[in-house]
């Protein structure tokens, strides 16, 4: 992995995580802890983090949890279109997993604006538990775990845990990144858990994605696309793309 690259996927892995030690990083990374000071120094100086001893921090991170915003909000209009096609497969009386993630988080405000009575939603996103909780006719369940502060989650293995034994009807499930060689990707190790333990408790996983995240990789592959049953993604998608997915039986659904 070249210099360039490496620092923006310890960038990317602190903007879900929010802070990180650098003796994890050079494990991670497989480079030495000097290099990896290095790397953090130059991500100072160009503003986006705070180093600290040890380790660093993302800048800004104190404010965003407060203001209740999350880092990740390019492309908002491909996922506004997508939350509103999601909203076709979720019925009153469903009981679903939202997973954390911006679009995710378009689809709970859809949700809390639509017709659709009687959910059961369980989430790992704080800001979604918080936007639909007090809704009388939606049932809030929220898992345990480790608090992510960017991505306003909870995650690692306490987190994949709660899921254990449900069995629930759908998912909809968020991803950094698509692979047509690794398949869904993820910034953070510690997501890795959580999304498989989600997917084994739902019957059918909707994949929500804008295209500009296919073809595109993230630092940690959680498996195969067949993972998946469905992707519900823009009209931007590119052909070749829907027909990897096709090719793996998964049903793309343009919104």
Do not use: W
């Not at 921090?57 to 996922?79: G, M, T």
């Not at 690794?182 to 994949?207: C, F, R």
């Amino acid at each position: 992995m070249l210099p360039n690259q490496r620092r923006e996927k310890i960038l990317d892995l602190l903007k879900e995580d929010g802070s990180a030690k650098v003796a994890d990083l050079a494990r991670l990374f497989k480079v030495t802890e000097v290099t990896i000071r290095q790397d953090l120094e130059k991500l100072e100086a160009e503003d986006l983090i705070i180093k600290e001893h040890g380790g660093a921090y993302l800048k800004n991170v104190e404010d965003q949890v407060k203001s209740f915003s999350l880092v990740h909000q390019d492309n908002l209009d491909k996922k506004e279109k997508i939350a509103e096609k999601c909203l076709e497969y979720i019925e009153s009386g469903d009981t679903i997993i939202l997973d954390s993630g911006s679009t995710t988080t378009e689809i709970a405000k859809k949700i809390k604006h639509s017709g659709i009575r009687n959910l059961t939603i369980i989430t790992n996103a704080l800001n979604i538990a918080m936007m639909l909780g007090a809704e009388p006719s939606i049932e809030v369940i929220m898992t345990g775990g480790e608090f992510k502060p960017p991505t306003l989650s909870l995650t690692g293995q306490k987190a994949a845990d709660f899921f254990k034994g449900l069995n629930v009807q759908k998912l909809f499930l968020a991803t950094a990144g698509i692979s047509l060689k690794s398949g869904l990707t993820y910034p953070s190790i510690s997501d890795l858990v959580v999304k498989k333990a989600m997917i084994d408790a739902a019957e059918i996983t909707y994949l929500v994605a804008d295209s500009t995240k296919i073809g595109k990789s993230a630092l940690a592959s959680l498996g195969a696309l067949s993972l998946i049953d469905y992707i519900i993604t823009d009209d931007a998608i590119e052909d070749k793309h829907k027909e990897v997915f096709r090719d793996n039986e998964i049903e793309v659904i343009i919104a």
